[in-house]
């Protein structure tokens, strides 16, 4: 029993990999809709760190496998297992939109062929995240075989994910029409809160021949209400100064989107250690 921190790596590298993927689509939009290269320029140099995040992500991954020489016997079976299916759409969603950053990094990509090949990356991102939920659709693990699971993966790249292309475009220095991204995210922390009581109510439910899944976490109640206010506090640094008709600034964003991390990693904490199996044994 615990809050699951001893998954950590899996912890960081679903939370911070879906962020990038939000991020990317959002970013991305920016960079479509931008008129001026030089202006797209500048927006192509913030999205390093896009891909500075994923590398970090990746990195925690391997760290789970214990060696990286492991990393590929998991692909051994793509097609026919969800954890191949993750790290194959993970692989290619961060090489598909590296090589994108790098060719525009560079100056040498087509306009045309930069918006396909950018909007094909922000897909391959969403492909990545649906291939994260299928991993942990295991008919054994009750506490994770339902819709919460997909759902909130999903709100974890509509809440950070925004707030962290924000981020980047302010840090760029271009004018950005926040006020419909904030507006996704601020609905996703109400879904993911909703999420969160239905969820609960239903682990008294679920229980194996010795354990019921509701005294996993004991904590489960009051880490939960930390993790709604971490991401209310950071959701706030961005949406307050555009209530008051100012623009954000960038140490406040920067804040926010560690508020908004930190409370997706302990909700994914606690997700972890939901880990149940249905019959005699039980692991969390």
């Keep these: 029993m615990g809050s699951g921190w001893h998954e950590w790596p899996l912890v960081l590298f679903t939370v911070l990999g879906q962020c990038v993927a939000g991020a990317l689509i959002v970013s991305g939009l920016g960079w479509v809709a931008a008129k001026d290269d030089v202006v797209r320029q500048r927006i192509v140099r913030s999205m390093f760190f896009l891909w500075l995040v994923m590398g970090i992500a990746f990195l925690a991954s391997v760290m789970h496998l214990g060696s990286p020489l492991r990393a590929f016997n998991s692909l051994n079976r793509v097609g026919e297992s969800a954890l191949s299916n993750e790290i194959a759409s993970g692989s290619l969603f961060f090489a598909v939109g590296g090589l994108w950053w790098l060719v525009a ?47 909130a993966f999903f709100m ?14 302010r840090a ?41 899944a509701n005294a996993l976490v004991p904590d489960y109640g009051r880490l939960q209400v930390w993790r709604i206010v971490l991401l209310a506090a950071g959701l706030g640094c961005w ?13 406040g964003l920067a804040l926010g989107l560690i508020l908004v991390l930190a ?13 149940m ?8």
């Design 105 to 151: 990094f560079l100056g040498k990509m087509p306009a045309a062929l930069g918006k396909i090949w950018l909007l094909v990356s922000m897909l391959l991102g969403v492909v990545f995240v649906w291939a994260m939920t299928n991993v942990y659709q295991i008919d054994t693990v009750p506490t994770w075989y339902n819709g919460y699971t997909t759902v």
């Design 156 to 169: 974890t790249m509509l809440l950070s994910g925004p707030l962290f292309a924000a981020l980047l475009l």
């Design 172 to 212: 760029a220095g271009v004018p950005f029409n926040a006020n419909v991204f904030a507006g996704i995210s601020v609905l996703a922390l109400l879904v993911s809160a909703g999420v969160i009581v239905l969820q609960g109510l239903s682990l008294g439910t679920i229980h194996s021949s010795v354990q019921f």
């Design 239 to 251: 949406i307050c100064p555009l209530i008051r008709r100012k623009n954000p600034h960038a140490a």
């Design 263 to 275: 409370g997706e990693i302990i909700g994914r904490g606690l997700f972890y250690g939901l880990h």
């Design 277 to 284: 199996t249905v019959g005699m044994a039980v692991a969390g």
